[in-house]
């Protein structure tokens, strides 16, 4: 058995010294909303590291909806889910087919497109938002859940045609060249050869545009006002504004709000990292 190097040794422990205060760091603030919605009332502000009586009675109290605030919990929590899927999914039709065009066709103009779709990062989105409500407006889309699905897209595309085009870039032509000669037509090549290859990344891009969207305030703020089509984190922003906030209530949700997001990286962490290429060119 092969002992570790002084220079492995070191490495690891550089590692250690940068990754444990990082983790450290990410989990207190995850933590402190654990204890919160598991305390009563009364103790929330305690400052202990753990309540003295323990309770789930305030994840009772959202899932019944038993507060004014929560009256419209599970239609929210839909129109949330509903809204991210549909974000996910039209991010990843249109970032794959012109990453498809752009990439494996060599479409005429497609370097433009790339630099285009570079450039809208330029201008920050919360700079977008005074003009996007009124592209909504002039089309008759406010308090229409579609204009947050249309806008929370027109912000994750660019980006995701950027990545998903510098994935197949690194594809092999040969297997475009193999699957032509055997006869196979465009969409074929697209649906049977394209997008097996390129699932890593599909699954990546649909993760960043789905959390996107789920996690977005300012333009669901903006864009929807109805209690019954806003999105949860909108819903969230009214315990503020109440002169005695429900604290306890207010990191409870946020708690459940927070689950989706992580069984999401659970189910699909397997894809999150190498690729399928290896091998795949026939000699």
Same mark, same amino acid.
């Given at each position: 058995m092969r002992l570790p190097s002084l220079r492995e040794v070191g490495t690891e422990a550089r590692l250690l010294l940068i990754g444990i205060p990082v983790f450290i760091w990410t989990m207190v603030p995850i933590y402190h909303m654990f204890v919160f919605a598991i305390s009563p009332k009364q103790d929330a502000f305690s400052g202990k590291l753990w309540p003295d009586h323990p309770t789930l009675h305030n994840f009772e109290i #959202?899932?019944?909806?038993?507060?004014?605030? /929560?009256? $419209?919990?599970? #239609?929210?929590?839909?129109?949330?889910? @509903?809204?991210? !899927?549909?974000?996910?999914?039209?991010?990843? &039709?249109? !970032? %794959?087919?012109?990453?498809?065009?752009?990439s494996r066709l060599r479409a005429p103009g497609g370097r433009v497109v790339m630099n285009l779709a570079l450039f809208t990062y330029f201008i920050p989105a919360a700079f977008l938002a005074v003009p996007m409500y009124r592209t909504m407006a002039t089309y008759g889309l406010l308090d229409n859940r579609w204009s947050l699905v249309l806008a929370m897209v027109t912000i994750a595309s660019p980006y995701a045609i950027w990545v998903l085009k510098q994935a197949s $870039?690194?594809?092999?032509?040969?297997? $475009?060249?193999?699957?032509?000669? $055997?006869?196979?037509? %465009?969409?074929? /090549?697209?649906? &049977?050869?394209?997008?097996?290859?390129?699932?890593?990344? /599909? #699954?990546?891009?649909? %993760?960043?545009?789905? &959390? @996107?969207?789920?996690?977005?305030?300012?333009?669901?703020? &903006? /864009?929807?006002s109805n209690d019954q089509d806003i999105t949860l984190p909108v819903a969230l922003g009214n315990f503020l504004a109440a002169d005695d906030s429900p604290w306890e209530l207010l990191m409870t949700t946020g708690f459940i709000y927070a689950l989706p997001p992580a069984a999401i990286y659970y189910v699909f962490r397997r894809y999150m990292v190498g690729g399928l290429t290896a091998g795949a060119v026939k000699s």
């Open positions: #959202v899932f019944r909806q038993q507060h004014y605030f /929560l009256r $419209d919990f599970w #239609v929210q929590f839909g129109n949330s889910a @509903l809204i991210a !899927a549909a974000v996910g999914a039209l991010t990843l &039709l249109i !970032a %794959t087919a012109a990453a498809f065009s752009i $870039d690194r594809l092999p032509v040969e297997l $475009d060249e193999a699957a032509v000669m $055997d006869g196979a037509t %465009t969409l074929q /090549l697209f649906r &049977l050869v394209y997008i097996p290859l390129m699932m890593p990344s /599909l #699954v990546a891009i649909g %993760t960043y545009a789905v &959390l @996107l969207a789920w996690n977005e305030y300012l333009y669901a703020f &903006l /864009l929807l």
